[in-house]
């Protein structure tokens, strides 16, 4: 399965069918469930949902460009150095909290790769797209940790301020993307650090576009969805569909499917319960209402 998003977002009907939360809590009472999460999930954190519908345009970097040249992975260091700094302030919002331990609650997976459910506590959780803040040598597969290689991209690159662009001194939440990138312009002098094992190519352990998630971690997924007896959609418009199938599979082993989500979904016609809202205070609202 691979994930493309080069073409302009499809036109998305707009939400015909509209539920209420007592919808939402008679469908998952004295029933098992999973969560299929997205980047609406992680907006009350300060993570903008670059697809959502205030998005800015933004053309994110394909695996192919990232591995076949060094001067795309010198631009996307760059960015990614600056967007770490804004990207590692972000903590669990009240949507990630009230989820954990939420009644009848399997598991989640998630789109996301800020690392946020687990931060809260919830598990166990599935990362469909990787975790931002880990690394991965594509060579000795060696795993580390993003911050530490944070250090060695500011100390290899101690005149980081001369990267920014003019006027962005301060990196706004505007300028940062839920994969940790922000923009910069003046990136082509930029020393990458290599693999300390062997030398290799470093890449953030996160699913590029253009490239498959791992084989184990969907098979995770499938795992927990077929565990429950519901599954339910939070803050994902289900555009790409390394999320999409999921809900596919459970639609077509005939289980319910309840879709949380401002806005339009990919997913609308498959919904046994709609409820265009935010993912905090319906989730809030949820686990105050869910008999436990
Ligand atoms: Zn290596």
Redesign the pocket.
Known sequence: MTIRHRVPRPELAPVSVRHELSDLVALLTDRSWVALTGAGMSTDSGIPDYRGPSAPPSTPMMYDEFVGHEENRRRYWARSMLGWQSFGRAVPNAGHRALVGAPGLLGVVTQNVDGLHEEAGSSPVVDLHGRIDRVV?L??R?YSSRADLQIRLQSLNPDVDGYLPAGAAELDAARLRPDGDAVVEHWHDLVVPA?E????ILKPDVVFFGESARREVVTAAYELVDAAEVVVVLGSSLTVMSGLRFVRHAARHDKPVAIINRGPTRADALATVRIDGGTTETLEALVARTPA
């Open positions: 040598c060579q000795c060696t693999c094992v062997c030398g290799g």
